[in-house]
């Protein structure tokens, strides 16, 4: 059964940082691409970050508007991966979601984690 579970959520003041996990199980997660996504209210869910399998390169991409202040990474060890945000600003204010690509010929997503940055 897959499994993605967020974590790391909460209320952050304007320029403040936090540190997003997403605990996977179920599935090989070193040789699966992941990824963030967000959705703010009253918007469409949007790409945040992604980073290809360790059995390929590893590879990162990111959102515009996130890139240089937000960094996508893995732990194979802990089957977990990771999102670090910093410079937050008011517009990163979404329920961050996590996906896992292509499992078992599908996406799956995790129930998602509130981030709020608010003074």
Do not use: H
Not at 14 to 37: D, E, K, V
Not at 87 to 116: F, M, S
């Amino acid at each position: 059964q897959v499994q993605l579970v967020e974590s790391g959520g909460g209320l952050v003041q304007p320029g403040g940082s936090l540190r997003l996990s997403c605990t996977a199980s179920g599935f090989i997660f070193s040789a699966t691409n992941m990824g963030w996504y967000r959705q703010a209210p009253g918007k469409q869910r949007e790409f945040v970050a992604t980073i290809t399998s360790t059995t390929s390169t590893g590879e990162t991409r990111y959102a515009e508007s996130v890139k240089g202040r937000f960094t996508i990474f893995r732990d194979n060890t802990k089957n977990t991966l990771y999102l670090q945000m910093k410079r937050l600003k008011p517009e990163d204010t979404a329920v961050y979601y996590c996906k896992g690509v292509g499992i078992r010929g599908r996406d799956y997503w995790g129930q998602g984690t509130q981030v709020a940055v608010s003074s």
